[in-house]
C-alpha cells in the first residue's frame, strides 16, 4: 500500500505499510406496545485506525519524538488518508518494531477517531481560503465539509494536494 498519511502537521509520507481499519456501530433500542423492541442502526463509522509504516529521512528520530509528544498530550488533531478522508483523531499507540537504523525506524500506530457520529465542522461559506503553512486539500476538505474531488475540480492550478503552499488561494464552491 503507498499511500500518504498526515496527522498533525506531520507528514508521514511512507505510511502506512499495512492498514487496518475499525468500524463500530451504535444500535438504538427502542420498545414498541407489546413488550417488542426494535433495534435501528444510529450510525456506523470508522472508529479506529491502526496498522504499519516506517519513518525514515534525516529527520525520522525527530517525526517519531513528536508523535511520540501528541499520543502521551491525547490531543485530538487532523489524520488524512487519502483514501478515507479526514478526520479528527487521536494518537493513541505508537510503538517502534524493531531495533532503530540510521534515519530509519520501523513503527506501528493506532488511532482513536474522536468525531465518530458527527459531520466535519463546517466554517461560515466562503468562496476562496488562504492556505496555512503545512495545510492539504485533505485538511480544507475537512474544515469546510467539502470534497476533496470537489476541491480537486475546482483549483485545477493545484498540482499537488498533499502539498498546498502557505498563502495559497483554494477555490470553495
Known amino acids: 500500500m503507498n499511500v500518504t498519511m498526515r496527522f498533525g502537521g506531520i507528514s508521514l509520507s511512507h505510511n ?3 492498514l487496518k ?8 433500542s427502542v420498545g414498541l406496545v407489546g413488550g417488542i423492541r426494535k433495534l435501528s442502526n444510529v ?7 491502526s496498522g504499519t509504516g516506517e519513518i525514515y529521512g534525516d529527520d525520522c528520530f525527530q517525526s517519531y519524538d513528536t508523535l511520540l509528544r501528541m499520543c502521551f498530550k491525547n490531543k485530538a488533531d487532523i489524520l488524512a488518508i487519502p483514501e478515507l478522508g479526514a478526520f479528527k483523531a487521536v494518537l493513541e499507540d505508537l510503538a517502534v518494531l524493531a531495533e532503530p537504523r540510521e534515519n530509519f525506524l520501523s513503527v506501528s500506530f493506532t488511532f482513536r477517531a474522536v468525531s465518530a457520529g458527527r459531520e466535519p465542522e463546517k466554517i461560515l461559506p466562503q468562496k476562496y481560503y ?14 469546510f465539509g467539502v ?3 470537489s476541491l480537486v475540480g475546482l483549483n485545477p492550478q493545484i498540482r499537488k494536494i498533499l502539498d498546498l503552499k502557505e498563502g495559497e488561494e483554494v477555490r470553495l464552491y
Open 147 to 149: 470534497t476533496v474531488e
Open 130 to 143: 488562504t492556505a496555512e503553512e503545512g495545510e492539504t486539500l485533505w485538511d480544507v476538505s475537512y474544515k
Open 43 to 49: 450510525c456506523d463509522n470508522i472508529s479506529k485506525i
Open 21 to 28: 481499519i475499525t468500524r463500530s456501530k451504535k444500535i438504538n
Open 16 to 18: 502506512p505499510k499495512t
